[in-house]
């Protein structure tokens, strides 16, 4: 009789040790010190020193090694003068992020995210239907076409027609282009808070869901503060916030720039911000005016909430911070695009960025 014989649960050697909890810590420390190794093995040496990290019989520079035994670490120029992140270290920060970030995705089936509407697709399902014309051969189910064949006509005079055929169901797979802008003015660590980190690690969440559980779907990420520029995954862990004022035009402009050169008919802009725009360019210099809402620098900004609007690219703001300025400039923003805004706190910030990312994918155009 087939079924499944269940043992005993032993879990990995390795799992729980005293260098993956140190592994953990410093990783999430690796985000706040924009990838400086020393820096932050310098925090993690203090933190053990107040808490008790480490042990008598495994410590700070048993760990250490262990790092770079297991290559977590590299030399940044081959000479064995300085640390730095390893393409290992990376990926299993974005890991982590996906997980701590995003924990109802565990149960999700991978795979591309299938919308409501049969007919002609790419994904196969379990349920078949009679063979029509135009269906492709890649589709025919060949054990229940033979099966029919046989019920009508029997092992000795065995054929195959076409009423026999039958073919797999299919379902279309929305494809999303999603560009994340985040900002990287001053006020992401003014007055003591640290907004960046909590940013970066949901761009690290969504860089590594899309990249292992929706192929098809495209990325790209931007960073803006005075200007706006494209940044690599591998970069996220090393954003650092400058003496910027928000030039959200400039992120807007790049990130429809690059969905316009999008194919697939869904699109989406998210973006991160705690602060209201302060900054435009004009020619070659900038304007800025960082005192209540700027007529100029807002009228700029909602032009190019309307175009998107008219391009069928929703944007979805996720402000972290509380200022009324803000509040009244997000609200005014959201409906010249006819978009989504939440007003997200630093701990809910990823649970409201992935169930809207969830939920724009279900979109068919």
Avoid at 41 to 62: C, H, I, K, N, V
Avoid at 211 to 225: A, C, E, Q
Avoid at 233 to 250: C, R, S
Wanted: glycine residues 8%; contains cysteine; proline residues 4%.
């Amino acid at each position: 009789m087939n079924g499944w014989r269940f043992s005993k649960y032993i879990p990995d050697g390795d799992e729980g040790s005293p260098f993956q909890r140190l592994l953990k810590v410093l990783q999430e420390i690796l985000l706040h010190t924009a990838g400086d190794v020393s820096e932050a093995l310098s925090w993690l040496t203090e933190l053990d020193r107040q808490y008790g990290l480490t042990t008598p019989e495994y410590g700070m520079a048993d760990f250490i090694q262990e790092l770079i035994d297991k290559g977590y670490l590299k030399t940044s120029d081959g000479s064995g003068s300085g640390m730095v992140p390893s393409a290992k270290m990376e990926l299993d920060i974005r890991k982590n992020a996906l997980e701590d970030i995003f924990q109802d995705l565990k149960r999700a089936k991978a795979g591309g995210h299938n919308t409501r509407f049969f007919g002609k697709g790419d994904e196969r399902l379990p349920e078949t239907r009679p063979y029509q014309y135009g269906d492709g051969m890649d589709q025919i189910a060949a054990a229940e076409s033979l099966r029919n064949a046989q019920i009508r006509f029997g092992i000795d005079d065995f054929r195959l027609t076409q009423e026999d055929l039958e073919v797999h169901e299919t379902v279309y797979q929305a494809q999303t282009s999603t560009v994340l802008m985040i900002d990287i003015s001053h006020s992401m660590i003014l007055y003591g808070e640290d907004r960046i980190t909590p940013a970066k690690k949901v761009a690290l969440a969504l860089a590594e869901l899309i990249t292992t559980r929706y192929p098809k779907d495209t990325l790209d990420i931007i960073v803006f503060g005075n200007d706006a520029w494209r940044v690599e995954i591998k970069d996220l862990p090393y954003l650092q916030v400058g003496p910027y004022h928000t030039n959200t035009v400039a992120g807007l402009e790049l990130a429809m720039e690059i969905l316009r050169k999008r194919r697939n008919p869904n699109k989406q802009i998210f973006m991160i911000t705690d602060g209201k725009p302060t900054c435009i360019k004009k020619g070659k210099s900038y304007y800025k005016n960082s005192f209540g809402l700027d007529r100029m620098i807002i009228r700029r900004t909602m032009h190019l909430a309307a175009a998107a609007k008219k391009l069928n690219i929703p944007i979805t703001t996720f402000m972290i911070a509380s200022d009324p300025l803000l509040v009244r400039f997000v609200e005014q923003f959201t409906m010249a695009n006819a978009g989504k805004a939440f007003y997200a706190g630093l701990d809910n910030l990823g649970a409201f960025l992935f169930r809207d990312y969830k939920e724009n994918k279900g979109r068919r155009s």
